[in-house]
């Protein structure tokens, strides 16, 4: 087992009291998995993997746990959580363009980084400029500034950085979004490429685009509000997704040769609701096509088939 979450509970504090973005979430992810995690934005995906690696104010840790490998991580001591960064867990940030200083050249960057982890940097040396060449850049980079990259070019260097200690747990937080379509792809394929060759042993890929997930995810977990809705097999969530939020969101999926004249993509009416003062019961009781009068009531989660879990009064009384 790579990575069970238990019950985790982070909100952040506010002036006008606290906002519940992460409510009670609990999953497990085996080694070699890759999981895709999406949802709206404000679901909670951005703080569930902050809330994994950084900690810190205004978020506030309510309670649960997470275990890494059998180990219980201290995610709510952010002094504690120093010796796990980067070596057990990492991330390759949101805004992972602008994650290396400016100031200083690449290969200066990544000696300091190794200094300050007390690692040495001649050690891995040669694994640096290997791993440079299996994502298509030269060890000349290690002499240039950030700013001598392209887009596509940083994103692949924080890759590498991000995975030289061969971290258990490698984060991905919505490193596509800011790249054209050629390049996602490839950043795409580098990332089952480092789960293949063991240099992590598993993956969260956190994104608001389902079609990039079906592509690399080997299960998908779709959130709602900073609630778990939904997490079972890609091909299962895609192809027969069981959460009414889920088959709406895939439903408004573009599909290839498919013209828009022909059929419409329908979104989802409304908006997410406010997480300071969110609805009782199931939170997407509000813009549900489907809802009942059970759903004034928080929803189990119930098992619906292999590895295959949802949070739905529907599927509750389906399976009743």
């Known amino acids: 087992m790579s990575l069970e979450i238990k019950n985790l509970k982070v909100y952040y504090q506010t002036l006008r009291g606290q906002v519940k973005a992460l409510d009670d979430i609990s999953f497990k992810i ?26 810190k104010a205004p978020m506030k840790y309510i309670g649960g746990e997470v275990f890494l490998d059998g180990k219980k991580l ?16 990492s991330i390759i940030p949101q805004y992972a ?6 100031t200083v050249k690449i290969g200066k960057y990544i000696h300091d980084v190794f200094a300050y982890k007390n690692f040495s940097y001649k050690g891995v040396d040669n694994e640096l400029k290997r791993r ?27 890759m590498v950085i991000a995975t030289l200690m061969n971290p258990s747990l490698l984060i991905a937080d919505e490193i596509t979004s800011a790249l054209d379509v050629s390049t996602q792809k490839a950043v795409s394929k580098m990332l089952v490429e480092f789960r293949d060759k063991k240099f992590v042993k598993s993956i969260i890929f956190v994104t608001h685009d389902v079609s990039v997930l079906y592509q690399i995810a080997d299960k998908i977990l779709i959130m709602y509000a900073g609630k778990f ?7 299962k969530i895609i192809h027969n997704p069981r959460h009414v ?20 993509l329908t979104g989802i009416p409304g908006h997410p609701p406010l997480l300071i003062d969110p609805p009782e019961g199931c939170r997407f009781i509000d813009r549900c ?32």
């Open 30 to 55: 085996n080694d070699g998995d890759i999981l895709g995690l999406a949802g709206e934005s404000g679901c909670g995906k951005s703080t569930f993997s902050n809330s994994l690696i950084l900690l």
């Open 229 to 235: 809705a939904e997490i079972g097999p890609a091909e």
């Open 289 to 320: 096509p489907e809802k009942m009068k059970e759903c004034v009531k928080e929803p189990p989660v119930i098992k619906v088939g292999e590895d295959h879990y949802v949070a739905c009064w529907k599927e509750v009384k389906k399976n009743a």
């Open 132 to 158: 440079l060449k299996i994502v298509g850049l030269d060890e000349g980079i290690l002499n240039m500034y950030p700013i001598e990259l392209s887009g596509g070019m940083k994103q692949r260097m924080v």
């Open 97 to 102: 363009l602008n994650a290396m200083n400016p």
């Open 74 to 89: 201290p995610v709510e001591n952010y002094e504690k959580m120093k010796e796990k960064r980067y070596k057990d867990i």
């Open 245 to 264: 939020y889920t088959k709406l969101l895939v439903k408004a999926m573009p599909e290839v040769g498919i013209k828009f004249s022909d059929t419409p």
